[in-house]
């Protein structure tokens, strides 16, 4: 991956800097940072046209031709995060450390010389290009397929969706909309997403299985009354999600490949505004289909998939707080491992807005005793990544239940 160089200054203050950004394949990214000297947010574009690339202004600030004196470096990056003693480094190559970390597992694919990309460009292989667009195919296929009498529409997406992944991995197939949903978040988020999916696919085969009718009932609930209601909730929060994508994803790897080691980190990117209500909407939606796994579990300990241990299904779902959500199948773990990342007082936090940025880390309140808390930026957004990734996944074995 090439690394841009750029000249520019603050618009308010004058501050002068060198910007260093990686350039992927995508036309366009756009990076948000606070001024070093008086701290208002500043937005460039990095254009790229291979093998040219260009700094353009968004906000605050202007393009220079050459550098200013007392230039600050900084460092930007689409998707990895730089060590506190790089950001603001000439020589930072965020690249190579994360390829020691990705590599391991990386999935191997063909030479690819007509593209033009390095094979050994380990960033790019680990990445989805344009994901963001790419999800306005997936979201259109879902949408389209409700409709009566759009089927040349949904073929026609399913194509096109196959097209944009075949110019990166040549033996993409897919033929249909479960097929799309699986090759793009898998796409998007292996290895973590097979450690999730996995043991829960297993353990619902098992269920099946050992209890046929029970499972049966419970599928039948479901396409009557949760399938498209939570349908339309899924593609909502992801188009959430892949709206503020440019900013989570400067943080995914760690989440991907199950690497805690994220509060030393440091986006180069950063706009709080776009990502402080995610973390509660991605922990309301996630929590709010955990009903599926207390169904299950269920039927699981030789109950009708509606009876708790003590209480009906109509009451854990109406008065079963969200945190609470997950309490009943606690001992199953590749159920509870969907868990990973809540956090009910920074939801709440979140969810009400009561949550702030200052330089490195975010401050939130939970209500009513409002206790003040903090965690790191680059954690906030490595918790919202673990929460996404835990959507994906339920979305797919969703997806799976009404299969044979
Ligand atoms: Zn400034």
């Known amino acids: 991956m090439a690394v841009l160089r750029g000249y520019a200054h603050c618009e308010i203050c004058a501050e002068n800097y060198i910007l260093r950004a990686g350039v992927g394949i995508e036309k366009s990214q756009s990076h948000t940072f606070d001024c070093k000297s008086c701290g208002i947010p500043i937005s460039v574009i990095v254009r790229a046209n291979p093998p040219t690339a260009h700094f353009e202004p968004e906000e605050n600030v202007i393009i220079d031709d050459s550098e200013g004196e007392n230039a600050v470096v900084l460092n930007l990056h689409p998707f990895f995060a730089f060590d506190s003693k790089e950001i603001y480094a000439l020589m930072a190559f965020p690249s190579l450390l994360y390829c020691a970390k990705i590599a391991p597992y990386l999935r191997v694919i063909p030479e690819q010389k007509t593209l033009g990309i390095p094979t050994q460009d380990v960033a790019l292989q680990f990445d989805v290009p344009n994901a963001s667009n790419l999800w306005n195919t997936v979201k259109n296929i879902f949408l389209l397929q409700e409709r009566v009498g759009q089927n040349k529409r949904v ?6 969706y196959e097209k944009q992944r075949q110019k990166y991995f040549t033996e993409t197939k897919v033929s249909n909309s479960k097929d799309v949903a699986f090759n793009f978040f898998d796409s998007l988020f292996y290895p973590r997403f097979e450690k999730l999916l996995d043991p829960a696919i297993e ?201 044979d």
């Open 155 to 160: 073929i026609k997406a399913i194509e096109h």
């Open 203 to 403: 353990l619902i085969y098992a269920i099946k299985s050992d209890h046929q009718q029970g499972f049966a009932e419970f599928c039948e609930f479901y396409s009557n009354h949760l399938k498209a209601q939570h349908s339309r909730q899924y593609i909502s929060i992801f188009s959430d999600y892949f709206k503020i994508y440019n900013q989570l994803r400067q943080m995914v790897v760690h989440s991907r490949i199950g690497d805690e080691d994220v509060d030393e980190k440091i986006v180069g990117s950063k706009s709080f505004e776009a990502v402080k209500l995610y973390y509660g909407q991605a922990y309301e939606s996630l929590t709010s289909f955990f009903v599926i796994f207390a169904c299950l579990n269920n039927i699981l300990v030789g109950r009708s998939y509606d009876q708790f241990q003590s209480m009906t299904l109509n009451k854990y779902m109406k008065d079963v707080s969200k945190e609470k959500k997950a309490n009943p199948f606690e001992q199953t773990q590749p159920f509870y491992a969907f868990t990973d990342g809540l956090d009910s007082t920074l939801r709440n936090g979140s969810h009400h807005a009561s949550i702030w940025r200052n330089g490195e880390k975010v401050f939130y309140r939970s209500g009513g005793t409002g206790a003040q808390r903090e965690i790191t930026y680059s954690r906030y957004l490595h918790l919202c990544n673990k929460l996404t990734i835990s959507l994906a996944v339920l979305f797919i074995i969703e997806l799976k239940l009404g299969d």
